[in-house]
């Protein structure tokens, strides 16, 4: 059984993540945590297995492919990676140059039209994070027609499909799964980013019960 009562997490300097959270999952259920980016999932899942492994919101993560945490012997944590299918990027990618393809305007008050800009912007936040701020807007500008090439380390990763990642500590683990989950060059806008590749990841190790 699962019992936690009044956790609260708040990261500096003022961000709170959990405030009295009451939670109680009896033996042999199942339940789904979910909500928007910064409602606290990752925070409240750290809370359960007693460890600050997983990369929160207060780092800029994107969190959406960790799908699974699983309690194992000894001490090392293992990292399994999914990632999208060449066919499932390319589709990404489709869905964007048609976008850019389209008549609907952006000061449109249609509610549609306002719902494809948001769906455009996130859309071109993952592209930029794989090939750059300077690559996208080529793109843009030619409405789509400039061809975007992935590069090369991302490429070999859709290629292999999976990949798997050990780590002898959790600090490490952590280390890791920020590589993986976060925008490592977000300021400067460079690319080459991982996450928006990531279709699911599975973390085993030695958590706390």
């Given at each position: ?24 999952v ?11 980016s ?7 899942l ?7 492994i ?25 990292i ?11 589709s ?17 008050d249609?509610e549609?039209a306002h ?14 994070a794989?090939?750059?701020l ?25 290629n ?6 050990e780590?002898?500590s ?10 993986l ?29």
């Open positions: 059984m699962i019992h936690l009562h009044g956790v609260s997490k708040t990261y500096p300097p003022d961000q709170t993540a959990l405030r009295g959270v009451d939670l109680k009896n033996e042999g259920e199942f339940i789904f945590v979910a909500g928007a910064g409602a606290g999932k990752s925070s409240l750290n809370a359960l297995i007693d460890n600050e997983l990369p929160t919101s207060a780092t800029d993560v994107c969190t959406a492919g960790i799908v699974r945490l699983e309690g194992s012997e000894g001490t090392k944590f293992t399994e990676v999914k990632y999208l299918k060449h066919s499932d990027w390319e990404d990618i489709e869905s964007f140059r048609r976008d850019l393809q389209s008549d609907t305007s952006e000061d449109s249609d549609d719902t494809l800009k948001v769906l455009r912007d996130v859309d071109r936040a993952r592209l930029i794989v090939f750059g300077e690559e996208v807007e080529k793109f843009e500008s030619s409405h789509g027609t400039t061809p975007l090439t992935l590069p090369g380390s991302l490429a070999k990763r859709l292999e499909g999976t990949e798997v990642l780590a002898s959790a600090n490490e683990c952590k280390s890791l799964l920020e590589e989950l976060t925008d490592q060059n977000d300021s400067e806008m460079l690319g080459e980013g991982v996450w928006p590749l990531v279709e699911s990841v599975r973390v085993k190790g030695p958590f706390a019960g």
